[in-house]
């Protein structure tokens, strides 16, 4: 039922997409968009540096958490083959991979303790994003709250998951929890917080710099609540990189502060653009330093996805 439901609105969401490129794609409008991006070298290469280091923040994060069981290079590696992978395919296995990256590199490092890593660090993401997001739509004095019926069926769902890991893989919940609580202990989970937290604000950089290079206005702190709104929509990801599904959320967040929908609608395609070829050169750059075969890949993803089930 949770998958259909998420592809119905998934759905949607491409559906909303078509509809904005229907009514407002101008092909010469986003070609003189392309070319005010390259009369901006040094400040086009600025906004793609600060973009990879907020993936660097997030590989020390990662490193943090797993308490010296793995090098930096190895989490900077398994994050950016994840960013590669997530955008090749429709669907976000690229965590699959980067767990397992991590697990095989480091000898240390059991598979279930890299797994659990990243399922913490990507739900530290989401609380960051929707922080981000939360203190935004206050700044913006917009109306919003959750509705109760939803606050309590995800209660309810949070109750149900725990009682029946705690009742048939107790030892198992009791490990993790360790292993949680030893990640957040003292100093080092403050910074592995303030670490993921200012990798989403460098992270909006790519946003902001983009519409200085169109010569629109957006302040930085807007920047960063657009791409925490969008970032978060990601969850509703079917098609390669999000494309559809990030362009609708932009949008809609840049209209929140007053852009024009055609004007919104070339900024979120330029700056989607940009994050593509950053995961496509930092992947070139991984699979050189460190390649995969496909075949592996895809035997890590099918096993990891077998016992899941």
Same mark, same amino acid.
């Given at each position: 039922?949770?998958?259909? %439901?998420?592809?119905?609105?998934?759905?949607?969401? *491409? &559906?909303?997409?078509? %509809?904005?490129?229907?009514?407002?794609?101008?092909?010469?409008?986003?070609?003189?968009?392309?070319?005010?991006?390259?009369?901006?070298? /040094?400040?086009?290469?600025?906004?793609? #540096?600060?973009?990879? $280091?907020?993936?660097?923040? @997030? &590989? &020390? &994060?990662?490193?943090?958490?797993?308490?010296?069981?793995?090098?930096?290079?190895?989490?900077?590696?398994?994050?950016?083959?994840?960013?590669?992978?997530?955008?090749?395919?429709?669907? @976000?296995?690229?965590?699959l991979v980067r767990a397992k990256i991590a697990s095989t590199r480091e000898p240390m490092l059991k598979d279930d303790e890299a797994f659990h890593s990243v399922v913490v660090l990507r739900l530290l993401d989401m609380f960051c994003l929707v922080g981000i997001a939360m203190i935004g739509l206050w700044a913006l004095k917009v109306q919003f709250r959750f509705p109760l019926w939803?606050?309590?069926?995800?209660?309810?769902?949070?109750?149900?998951v725990l009682f029946t890991v705690h009742h048939y893989a107790p030892l198992f919940l009791n490990k993790h929890i360790q292993l949680f609580k030893k990640a957040f202990s003292g100093k080092k989970g403050l910074f592995i917080i303030a670490c993921t937290f200012l990798s989403w604000l460098l992270e909006a950089g790519i946003l902001y710099g983009t519409v200085m290079m169109l010569q629109g206005d957006l302040s930085f702190l807007a920047s960063v609540f657009a791409n925490s709104v969008t970032i978060a929509g990601q969850v509703l990801q079917i098609t390669p990189g999000g494309i559809g599904n990030y362009e609708?959320? *932009? +949008?809609?967040? $840049?209209? $929140?502060?007053? %852009?024009? /929908?055609?004007?919104?609608?070339?900024?979120? +395609?330029?700056?989607?653009?940009? @994050?593509?070829?950053?995961?496509? #050169?930092?992947?070139?750059?991984?699979?050189? *330093?460190y390649p995969i075969s496909f075949n592996t890949m895809k035997e890590w993803i099918k096993v990891r996805r077998v016992r899941e089930k």
């Open positions: 039922m949770k998958y259909s %439901f998420k592809t119905v609105l998934s759905i949607l969401t *491409l &559906a909303g997409f078509a %509809f904005l490129t229907i009514h407002s794609f101008d092909a010469n409008y986003l070609g003189n968009s392309i070319k005010k991006i390259f009369q901006h070298p /040094v400040l086009l290469a600025a906004v793609l #540096i600060v973009y990879f $280091l907020s993936f660097c923040l @997030k &590989a &020390a &994060a990662w490193k943090l958490y797993l308490n010296g069981k793995a090098h930096f290079s190895t989490c900077l590696i398994g994050i950016l083959y994840s960013l590669l992978i997530n955008h090749l395919l429709p669907i @976000k296995v690229g965590d939803l606050v309590m069926i995800s209660s309810f769902i949070s109750l149900l609708s959320f *932009l +949008v809609f967040a $840049l209209t $929140l502060f007053g %852009f024009p /929908v055609k004007e919104g609608y070339t900024i979120a +395609v330029v700056t989607h653009a940009l @994050k593509f070829v950053v995961s496509y #050169i930092a992947g070139a750059v991984v699979l050189l *330093l």
